[in-house]
């Protein structure tokens, strides 16, 4: 954590974080349809055990998704709220300092969760919903803005193409950050992620993981969500339940260029791999050292 006399980087539930702070973030799904629990945490006791879960693992943030990324069953407002606004105000009343996302890109939900007692609005969707930044600013919420190249929530690419995947992800981080801070969500509480898989091949998603340090370089907070991704199966030729090990792997990769929160399914695999990468670049402690000292 820096000094109080310097300003935070990144700004979550009113406690300041630096960008050698990484933080896990894991994935609590709402959905009796998700790609890689299968609806593990549908029913709602469940989904609050699981909680309980991460935040023993060491989850500094638990994210909550009503509605499965991937084409399905048709969610409108009223169901997605129906499972995720209870579920935040138990979650809150039961942590009163765990800091809460959810991930939704309708301004609606956006606005009852909000109310609810969530702190972070994660759009998967790159502002299909142009109004959720207002939202986030009336509530004093953080807010991700994401890169999908315009494709419309719940599809999957098809032939998508980029002159350059980077320059296009850089080009639309930057406005849609500058139009959150336009609305009123300051800088240090505006997220960027390059959203690996959304509106990309696997090449794409390749390639941003290679350079992701020229969005580091843009100086705001960096989310990557790389768990379990078809990129990494794809990679590795891997199914859903066989790719943590790449992913872990691409996790490493994008600390050591800067990433800073990481949505993900494996929580206490995470967090060691990022404290891991902390020790070595010299930003933590080890936990132990008396080898050749005792």
């Known amino acids: 954590m820096r000094p109080d006399t310097q300003p935070p980087f990144l700004e979550l539930r009113g406690r300041g974080f630096a960008p050698t702070d990484r933080l896990v973030m894991a994935i609590i799904n709402r959905t009796p349809d998700s790609f890689y629990d299968q609806g593990r945490t549908w029913a709602e006791d469940v989904a609050f055990q699981r909680v309980a ?27 997605e709220c129906r499972r995720v606004v ?39 969707w790159g502002g299909a919903d142009p109004q959720l930044v207002e939202v986030a600013a009336e509530f004093g919420a953080a807010v991700v803005c994401t890169h999908t190249g315009g494709v419309t929530p719940r599809t999957r690419p098809h032939r998508v193409e980029f002159d350059d995947v980077v320059a296009a992800a850089l080009d639309s981080l930057q406005a849609q950050a500058a139009r959150a801070e336009a609305a009123g969500v300051p800088a240090r509480r505006v997220i960027i992620d390059p959203a690996h898989d ?9 390639e941003l993981t290679r350079r992701l340090d020229e969005l580091a370089a843009l100086g705001r907070p960096l989310l990557v969500s790389l768990s ?4 990494v199966g794809e990679a590795l030729d891997r199914p859903v339940k066989q790719r943590v090990v790449g992913t872990l792997a691409t996790t490493a990769i994008s600390a050591w260029q800067g990433a800073q929160i990481y949505r993900v399914h494996e929580v206490a695999e995470t967090r060691q791999v990022l404290d891991m990468v902390s020790v070595i670049r010299g930003e933590r402690l ?8 005792a």
């Not at 879960?53 to 169901?79: F, N, R, T």
């Not at 080890?286 to 000292?293: D, E, I, K, Q, S």
């Open 228 to 231: 379990n991704k078809d990129f």
């Open 53 to 79: 879960e991460v935040v023993e693992q060491g989850a500094d943030l638990i994210d909550i998704g009503g509605i499965k990324a991937a084409p399905g069953e048709e969610i409108d407002v009223a169901e």
């Open 286 to 293: 080890p936990a132990r050292a008396v080898r050749g000292l």
């Open 198 to 206: 959304f509106g990309k091949n696997s090449f794409h998603s390749l």
């Open 86 to 124: 209870p579920f935040v105000a138990r979650v809150r009343q039961a942590y009163p300092d765990l800091i809460i996302s959810v991930d939704t890109w309708r301004h609606e939900v956006g606005r009852a969760v909000c109310d609810a007692g969530a702190d972070l609005l994660n759009d998967a």
